[in-house]
Nanobody
Framework: QVDLVASGGGLVQTGGSLRLSCAVSGRTFSNYAMAWFRQAPGNDRELAAAISWSGAIIYYLPSVKGRFTIVRDNAKNTVYLQMHDLKPEDTATYYC????????????????WGPGTQVTVSS
């Protein structure tokens, strides 16, 4: 069983920055892809960013590309999402998830998700 604990969310003004962290335990972290999903009220959960086991393959949702950076530290079993230039439309609950394999970054390859951390961007 894998445990994922996300932290770092909060309330920030438009243009601000936050760094989300997700600590993973229970399964060999370095073998699997990791991802950050987000879900705003009334919307489907969407894949915001994903990273392969080695960090060599990275995906970003087009609307966050250039503003968000996903990074993993295999020594600390932690994945991060650095978010800059935040916009009100980034407001959502952010969830980290572990992949079922190392290089497949398709949304269906991920799960289960951790409990999530709330990001609210005020205008």
């Amino acid at each position: 069983q894998v445990d994922l604990v996300a932290s770092g969310g909060g309330l920030v003004q438009t243009g601000g920055s936050l760094r989300l962290s997700c600590a993973v335990s229970g399964r060999t972290f370095s073998n699997y892809a990791m991802a950050w999903f987000r879900q705003a009220p009334g919307n489907d959960r969407e894949l915001a960013a994903a990273i392969s086991w080695s960090g060599a393959i990275i995906y970003y949702l087009p609307s966050v590309k250039g503003r968000f950076t996903i990074v993993r530290d295999n020594a600390k079993n932690t994945v991060y999402l650095q978010m800059h230039d935040l916009k009100p439309e980034d407001t959502a609950t952010y969830y980290c998830a572990q992949g079922k394999s190392g290089n497949n970054l398709a949304p269906g390859n991920f799960g289960p998700w951790g409990p999530g951390t709330q990001v609210t961007v005020s205008s």
